[in-house]
Antibody
Framework: QVQLQESGPGLVKPSESLSLTCTVS?????????WGWIRQPPGKGLQWIGSISHNGSPYYNPSLKSRVTISVDTSKNQLSLRLSSVTAADTAVYYC?????????????WGQGTMVSVSS | QSVLTQPPSVSAAPGQKVTISCSGGSSNIGNNYVSWYQQLPGTAPKLLIY???KRPSGIPDRFSGSKSGTSVTLGITGLQTGDEAAYYC???????????FGGGTKLTVL
């Protein structure tokens, strides 16, 4: 069964970039499905950041598009997120997820999440 | 302010049934499939319902989904204390070109 594991710094300074990696096991990213990132600020709801197809076509939340880059490394079976110019509002638990086979609008499988705090 | 509207909280006794509503508009629920997620305290969300009313393998039939117009409903029967969680609806919004979620509903099993 597919498993996802997020990794990256737990603390990022304001105005710097946040970079996270999601390592996928039990399924080859290149075989299909959409893969994405979703975040959850402390005590709040879910926000979709963006998704990418198995062949590398990205889809971003318009509210974050200018700051977000999502990519896949099929050789490592990893998904990556880069969010630039972060502020305290970007403090959240970040989840990677496997989407649908033909849609970004469902998250079938989730990683455990990684907490990222933005603070000087 | 979430695009999809859910009640902040619902409660019911063990063994009873509860429903959680999620309302939107024609650009989201009205013309796209909806999913439901369960988030137990301190854990990642888990997919409960997809395509409005389908259950992934391993999800008990105590959980059901339905859709009418621009609203969807999650139903949970035979409530258990282990069902205490936050529940989120989500779908694609064609106007925003984004996946959108409801604000979440906290279920308390009294």
């Amino acid at each position: 069964q597919v498993q996802l594991q997020e990794s990256g710094p737990g603390l990022v300074k304001p105005s710097e970039s946040l970079s996270l990696t999601c390592t996928v096991s039990g399924y080859s990213i290149s075989s299909g499905y959409y893969w994405g990132w979703i975040r959850q600020p402390p005590g709040k709801g879910l926000q979709w950041i963006g998704s990418i197809s198995h062949n590398g076509s990205p889809y971003y939340n318009p509210s974050l598009k200018s700051r977000v880059t999502i990519s896949v490394d099929t050789s490592k079976n990893q998904l990556s997120l880069r969010l630039s110019s972060v502020t305290a509002a970007d403090t959240a638990v970040y989840y990677c997820a496997r989407g649908g086979s033909n849609t970004v609008a469902v998250a079938n499988n989730w990683g455990q999440g990684t907490m990222v705090s933005v603070s000087s | 302010q979430s695009v999809l509207t859910q009640p902040p909280s619902v409660s019911a006794a063990p063994g009873q049934k509860v429903t959680i509503s999620c309302s939107g508009g024609s650009s989201n629920i009205g013309n796209n499939y909806v999913s439901w997620y369960q988030q137990l305290p301190g854990t990642a969300p888990k997919l409960l319902i997809y395509d409005n009313n389908k259950r992934p393998s391993g999800i008990p039939d105590r959980f059901s989904g339905s859709k009418s117009g621009t609203s969807v409903t999650l139903g949970i029967t035979g409530l258990q204390t282990g069902d205490e969680a936050a529940y989120y609806c989500g779908t694609w919004d064609s106007s925003l070109s984004a996946v959108v979620f409801g604000g979440g509903t906290k279920l308390t099993v009294l």
